[in-house]
């Protein structure tokens, strides 16, 4: 899947875009508004804070960062066990895994209170009144629904696609 993003100048040019989106076969869960705050969406649909926060950077961050951190310290404690106790290779794992568990917890509540780092460049458009929309296409369809949009719809500005979408938010 890619995210594609497009600036959009009001409420009622963005619903008419979505529904050629819905048209065109795309779902509505894969199409993701954020506006300014006080600016009512109507029907819209709203990005959630999945798309609005870096919460899904910071997981993966805590995940990988949290598991090398909790390995390292299982080959720690394997090699140098406590008197008495013998540990053997699943001290690792075990210690890898909670380690990884312990930075995704960590991490997403530091995610979610920080705005998403790829919606920064748009902060100021928003402010300004522009809605930005993000729609979440399969790679084949991205050159078709820019198309679609540019074409219908002159004021939308295409600002870019993101090469990737994670798959669960």
């Known amino acids: 899947m890619r995210r594609i993003y497009f600036l ?3 409420v009622s040019e ?3 875009i ?5 048209l065109a076969r795309v779902e509505e869960r894969h ?15 709203e990005a959630s804070l999945a798309q609005k926060s870096d919460l899904v950077p910071a997981l993966e961050r805590g995940i990988g960062v949290g598991g090398a951190t909790g ?17 053997g290779g699943g001290a690792i794992l075990g210690i890898g895994l909670a380690g ?4 995704a917890l960590m991490s997403t509540m530091i995610g979610v209170s ?8 748009f902060q100021q458009a928003i402010e300004n009144g522009e809605l930005l929309m993000m729609v979440d ?18 004021d939308a500005e295409i600002e870019g696609t993101e090469p990737t979408v994670p798959p669960f938010p």
Do not use: C, M, T, Y
């Not at 390995?71 to 540990?87: D, E, K, N, Q, R």
């Not at 990884?100 to 930075?103: I, K, P, S, T, V």
């Not at 296409?137 to 002159?154: C, M, N």
């Open 18 to 22: 979505v529904d050629e989106l819905l």
């Open 8 to 10: 959009v100048p009001g």
């Open 71 to 87: 390995i390292l310290a299982g080959i720690v404690a394997v090699s140098f066990p406590p008197a008495g106790l013998v540990l």
């Open 31 to 45: 199409i993701h508004i954020i506006a300014r705050e006080g600016v009512s969406l109507e029907n819209l649909p």
């Open 137 to 154: 296409v399969p790679k084949g369809r991205v050159a078709e629904i820019e198309a679609l949009v540019s074409k219908h719809h002159p």
């Open 114 to 121: 920080a705005p998403n780092s790829r919606i920064a460049q």
């Open 100 to 103: 990884a568990g312990f930075g």
């Open 14 to 16: 963005a619903k008419r």
